[in-house]
């Protein structure tokens, strides 16, 4: 089975109306069509290049990347086998996004000379740290050997730490950075999050075949 398929099962269920049938719905409403595999996502760096993609436009682009894998592992009727895949997926794909993005669009953020930006850059850095931890946490578990209770917990509230994460900054740190760093800086930083995502992608491809640098 690859990732792209049974997508229409995929989005069925997490308990009605609790916490994650909620977050389920808020991004299934974002996405369409076929999930996208790690080498289409890094293969559509070059024309994103290309076509002078808006920064903003590309880190939601790659939030929707990531929700496709998202509703798969809080999808309580999905496949241990899917959830582990997609698990997978969404380390990858969240590594490459959130390392660029803060060598990027919260460094400037951090450094702005205004309270409200070093504030909300500064929150997001250590909304980061902790995801990171329960990734780290994850892959100690060895999650893709074998898909345990725990597992599959931990695996349910670090989705639920990058859906929030990607709420939070769609609605008001997108925002904030638009008005508050003029267009010249933010074209600049798309080129060098565009560049940051393709080595760190190539990284991951790296690890992935077994080779250590």
């Not at 990858?92 to 504030?119: C, D, G, N």
Request: charged share 30%.
């Amino acid at each position: 089975m690859t990732i792209a398929d049974n997508r229409e099962t995929t989005y069925s269920t997490s308990r009605k109306g609790g916490l994650f049938h909620d977050i389920l719905h808020d991004m299934r409403k974002s996405l369409r069509g076929d999930v996208h595999t790690v080498v289409e996502i890094r293969q559509e760096l070059d024309r994103l290049l290309r076509k002078n993609a808006k920064l903003v436009d590309v880190l939601k682009l790659h939030h929707d990347y990531m929700k496709e894998s998202l509703v798969i592992c809080l999808d309580r009727d999905a496949k241990d086998e899917e959830k582990q895949q997609h698990l997978d997926r969404l380390l990858q794909l969240f590594e490459m996004h959130a390392k660029a993005e803060e060598q990027t669009l919260y460094k400037v953020l951090i450094a702005s000379s205004e309270k409200e930006p070093r504030v909300e850059g500064n929150l997001a850095q250590d909304e980061h740290e902790l995801i990171y931890q329960v990734m780290d946490d994850l892959r100690d578990m060895h999650f893709m050997s074998l898909w345990t209770e725990d597992v599959e917990a931990k695996s349910m509230m670090l989705c639920e730490l990058i859906a929030n994460h990607f709420k939070k900054e769609e609605a008001e740190v997108f925002p904030l950075a638009t008005e508050k760093i003029n267009s010249g800086q933010l074209n600049d930083m798309t080129s060098d999050y565009i560049s940051l995502c393709d080595n760190y992608l190539g990284m991951s491809e790296i690890r992935a075949k077994g080779i250590f640098l």
